[in-house]
Every structure is written in C-alpha cells, then in structure tokens.
C-alpha cells in the first residue's frame, strides 16, 4: 500500500491552522498514524486509528477520515510544531508517506 | 517505563551482512499484542519500515527487501535481532527500533522508539 502526502512542504506562522493530507493507494478503514519528527530525532506519535490522540499529545492536534483519504490538522501552529510530519498505514504491512515538512513562513 | 536501544556496527562494507540488536526494557516480548518493527531512514528522506516481529512469533517484512532482511527475537534477553545481507551503500541510513501493540488491540502505531543508530555503508 502506498501512501501519498500533500504538501511536500508547507510555509506557515504561529497561530495559523495548518492541513496536511495523506492518501491511501487503497482502503485501509481507520488504519492510519501520524508522526512528528524534529531533525536528529526519533519521530513521536501523535495520532493512531485515524483520529484518537496519543496521551500527552496536545489538544490543538487533531485526525480525521477513512479509507483513503485522511488529514492532520494543527488549529493554532505553535513555535515548537515546526517539524516534519509522516503518515504510516498499518493495514497491511506497515508503510509511511514521504513526510510534510512545516517551516516558518 | 518503556526504552529501546539499538546497537550494532556504524560502518560496514558493501556486499557485507548487517547486524542490529534492539535491547529494550518496561515491555515483555511475550506480551499479546506486543510488537518491535525496524525502520529505517536515509539521511534527509522518508522512513521506512523494515520488518516487524510480534509476540507470538509472527514476523511480517518488507515486501521489497524480505530477501535480504531476516528478524528474530529472543524473549529472555528482551532483545530483537535484524539481519539485512548484501548491504549497498544506499542502505546508509539510521536504524530505529519501536515498540508497538497490535491492531488488533486497538493500538498498530509504533508508540515508543530507540534513539536510532547511523549505519554507514562504504569501502
């Protein structure tokens, strides 16, 4: 299953909301996880089964969808969610999208 | 409290066998539902997942690398082992463990990873 994020790459400010989209090459019901990852860092989970948040993962992070089309919404960008983002589906297999990287606008 | 740390070579010659050893604490891999996957990730590009080893055995790989990639776990030692043969220097990467609960269970997502370990394939 392949999975496909838009965009590549985002330019946003503290306090925008911010949109990040992940496409299944197939359906894979509710399957689906994101991560944050800061550079030199492991990635941290932030959503799993489409939109339950991670204990500890603040609240202005937010899932949506199923089947093949899912998003990962930021309400109010805040100064540490600078980073880059992955979607994995664990349908089958387990494979992550290319990732989205959010920089300062 | 659950940690994973990898170990292993940080430089190893083409055509070689790479080895890494995931030793992790707080979890039993003979848990129902406990997991460990690899995954990797080249310097500045996207990660992705190696294989995965579940409690009961069950191990799941790659579909583009099960021929050069075995993983093993030995429960006593709470330790998980990945072979990768041929090793290419497109293999450099770093090298993460995690820790996961199956879907099954409601959970699937990688929750806790290892700091990560920088393999270097070169002559």
């Known amino acids: ?38 550079p030199g860092k492991a990635p941290n989970l932030l959503i799993y089964k489409a939109s339950t948040l991670e204990i500890g993962v603040p609240s202005r992070f937010s899932g949506s969808g199923s089947g093949t089309e899912f998003t990962l919404t930021i309400s109010s960008l805040q100064p540490d969610d600078f980073a880059t983002y992955y979607c994995q589906q664990y349908s089958s297999f387990r494979t992550f999208g290319q990732g989205t990287k959010v920089e300062i606008k | 409290q659950i940690t994973l740390k990898e170990s292993g070579p940080t430089l190893v010659k083409p055509t070689q066998t790479l080895t890494l050893t995931c030793t992790f ?4 891999l003979s848990t129902d539902g406990v997991g460990v996957g690899w995954i990797r990730q080249p310097p500045g590009e996207a990660l992705e997942c190696l294989a995965h080893i579940f409690y009961n055995g069950d191990k799941y790989y790659s579909p583009s690398l099960k021929s050069r990639v075995t993983i093993t776990k030995d429960t006593s030692k709470n330790q998980v082992v990945l072979t990768m043969t041929n090793m290419d220097p497109v293999d450099t990467a770093t090298y993460y463990c995690a820790h996961m609960v199956g879907q099954w269970l409601g959970r699937g997502a990688f929750d806790y990873w290892g700091q990560g370990t920088l393999v270097t394939v070169s002559s």
Do not use: H, N
């Not at chain 1, 838009?6 to 911010?18: E, F, M």
């Not at chain 2, 604490?25 to 039993?28: V, Y």
């Open chain 2, 25 to 28: 604490s707080g979890f039993s």
């Open chain 1, 1 to 38: 299953i392949q999975m496909t994020q838009s965009p590549s790459t985002l330019s946003a400010s503290v306090g925008d909301r911010v949109t990040i989209t992940c496409r299944a090459s197939q359906s894979i019901s509710s399957e689906l996880a994101w991560y944050q990852q800061k």
